[in-house]
């Protein structure tokens, strides 16, 4: 652990993190506790709302799906609260239209689990994308290319599952079958 994953002596800076895994929330947030960050969390949109007017945080964390709900629209709400919290999106649940979504509605980063303490202070941390990236040398699967097609679908349909059945000319069911099984590792 590198003092850079610290905050500023005597700065303890608040922090939301938002996650229906109450086992994983307690971890990550007794891990960035021991970080300086003053550590509030929630289990739903509801209570993470309440918690944000109430603590104004500095910084958040939160899962794309918080039980049934999507975390994109705590992001946007977030936001709309208080523009200057850094926000970090975080999910089991990656998809290219999801992180594009997630940076649009106003999120800093966005990061796969399991990530741990570090990894998440760097990403509230960074200012600036990373060019050195490299882009894949391999195309996407099938079975991907199918997964980040639904994906897309149903972010074009504001996350309705029977509107995004509908416009891919799927049975509904199929549709959340297929939605619930977590995307093919490339």
């Known amino acids: 652990?590198?003092?850079?994953?610290?905050?500023?002596?005597?700065?303890?800076?608040?922090?939301?993190?938002?996650?229906?895994?109450?086992?994983?929330c307690m971890v990550l947030g007794d891990a960035l506790s021991k970080r300086n960050y003053v550590v509030h969390t929630a289990h739903d949109l509801a209570s993470a709302l309440r918690l944000a007017r109430q603590q104004e945080p500095e910084y958040a964390v939160v899962d794309l799906r918080i039980g049934p709900e999507s975390g994109l629209e705590l992001v946007k709400q977030l936001v709309a609260h208080d523009e200057n919290t850094r926000i970090v999106m975080l999910t089991g649940y990656a998809s290219v239209a999801t992180a594009v979504e997630a940076i649009k509605l106003g999120a800093v980063h966005y990061l796969t689990k399991p990530a741990n303490a570090d990894e998440v202070v760097a990403a509230l941390r960074r200012e600036a994308g990373d060019a050195s990236v490299a882009p894949s040398g391999q195309p996407l699967s099938v079975r991907r290319l199918e997964w980040e097609h639904l994906q897309k679908v149903l972010m074009e349909h504001n996350g309705n599952i029977s509107a995004a059945a509908r416009a891919l000319k799927m049975h509904r069911r199929t549709l959340q079958r297929k939605l619930a099984k977590r995307p093919v590792r490339e």
Not at 8 to 14: F, K, L, N, T, V
């Open 1 to 24: 652990m590198t003092m850079e994953n610290f905050p500023a002596p005597g700065e303890h800076p608040s922090l939301l993190l938002v996650d229906d895994d109450e086992v994983y």
